[in-house]
């Protein structure tokens, strides 16, 4: 168990601001199928600023979720993957899973992210075979 500080408190802080940030990010993009490289780039800075903040304080779960979140924030910075309803969707899951984890940052370690990273590799995997056909 992690004991709270003033480090963690911020890092709390700050992170919930961010997961907002990328909400109201993804909701901007959704059904957007161009990518505007403005808001994908600052989605994809939040969702990188709560994997390292994750990173220096050894919360494992936070930043594999966050990094699975900013793999597919990078496809679609890149213009390789359309924001399909799926992914954005799958996106969102994750980011309601990662404030559940940020809310309850002592027991985030025991919180399961398996479902979560799942959910973001398939709908990656659908969106680029809708894509390809």
């Not at 779960?61 to 990094?67: K, P």
């Not at 890149?78 to 809310?103: G, P």
Request: charged residues 30%; proline residues 2%.
């Amino acid at each position: 168990m992690i004991p709270r500080d003033h480090v963690l408190e911020v890092f709390i802080e700050e992170t919930m601001e961010r997961l907002d940030s990328i909400e109201a990010g993804l909701l901007a993009l959704e059904g957007n199928n161009t990518c505007d490289p403005k808001l994908v780039n600052s989605i994809f800075r939040d969702a990188h600023s709560v994997k390292a903040g994750a990173n220096l304080l050894k919360l494992v779960n936070i930043e594999m979720l966050a990094h699975k979140l900013e793999n597919v924030l990078e496809k679609i910075r890149q213009c390789e993957l359309k924001t399909s309803e799926i992914v954005v969707t799958a996106s969102l899951e994750s980011v309601d899973k990662l404030r559940e984890m940020i809310e309850n940052v002592e027991k985030s370690e025991q919180i399961s992210i398996r479902l979560h990273t799942a959910m973001l590799e398939m709908a990656v995997k659908r969106t680029l075979e809708e894509q390809g056909s």
